[in-house]
């Protein structure tokens, strides 16, 4: 038995439980939580809409954050330019497998999963399907917990910044790709919390109600 | 609604609690996502560790974390180092992610949650107490303490090679500061805190109805 199917919606902060009216319009009508004022839906709302939106717009932003340099190292002997697989690159020369192993997995593999998963969960969703639920709910909770993981590159990167400033000698300042970079970890983050779960286990036949 | 009956946040079962709680977990029957953990001593452990949050908070804030030397140069960072650099240059964007997720966003947990857990130790539910919870629950995400912390050991790694790198003492302050983070949340669960609040405000109002009633 769903919670919808008795006309209860959870409020998304305290899971509080609220009735709501029996002739429900869809998914847009909203109620207050008694206990801490929170918005309550049925379901998130337009929440196959703005996942997509948002998991579009990161695919965008993926496109320059891997083209254009994460930093740039300015020694008197010119500038030197670092993209993130020219830093996967630089560990595997230099020997620290495990390092450019997890770069690698970081900023490179999880966006694109992350980003795989969501388009997946969008379309089966929308396409009414009703078989696999365990196993996309599990990729779902991947999304949520890998997902700030990719933020590692950045703060390296900021971290370099802040360490290698010796004026003249060398330097080291961001470049476009770092800030392409952190707009694709917020943007799939913001798409993993704008899709609503509980539509994978729904019948088909309510989404579009 | 009653309180014994609860709704899975993964998949929208409804489940029916019993009445008595033994601590550990509670799965949904239905897809197994943990609906709440019941751990007695809650806000008492929840309590001693983010005022230890706090105080390892500060200390990592205070020292710096790295001392980068390169042919006689030596350069410092702390928390808010690359901040500045950043803000100096004008890559306002960034500046302003890794100030939100290293220091505003995880210092604000703290502080909100002390505020929130020491006046229920002390038996008092504090007038804001929806509010406090309600951030909490909004900004956890965007606090990014654990994966700066491998972007801290990432960059190490990658400098050690040009020049020598000293860690400071608020590098452990915040190693330190990590583990006791990741226990606070594995604690962490806002159903009693909320059932506490709801009596409250219930007790609240039926004070104030026996009072307009003289």
Redesign the interface.
Known sequence: MRAVDRNLGSCPVCHQLVRFPKQRRAQENYALCPRCGSEVTLRKPASLQNTLALVIASILFYVPANLLPMMHVHTFAGIQSDTIMSGVLYFLETGSYLIGFVIFVASIFVPILKMLILLYLVYSVHQGQTTRQKERRRLYLLTEVIGRWSMVDVYVVSIMIALVHFGGLSEIRAGMGALFFLLVVIFTMLAAMAFDPRLIWDTPKEHHA | ?SRH???C??????CTLPSVLRPGRYKCP????TL?RHSPGMIEKLYAIHIAALILFLLSNWFPF?T?E??G?S?E?NFT???Q??YQ?Q?Y??AV??LM??IIVPSIRIVLILLLVAPLHHGRVPRFA?YY??TI??IT?WG?LD??L???L??I???V??GSIIPGTSLWAFAALILVLAYGQTIFD??PL?ER??KA?KEGEAERFAKARG
């Open positions: 609604m009956l609860i709704s946040h993964e998949c929208d079962e409804l239905n897809c197994g996502h709440f790295l980068f390169v042919l140069n350069s960072a180092t690359a901040v650099y950043l240059e890559d964007l960034l992610a890794l997720t290293t929806p919870l309600k629950e909004e995400p990014m994966v700066f491998v972007g801290v990432v960059s790694v990658k400098l090679k040009m806002p159903h909320w609040i709801e405000q």
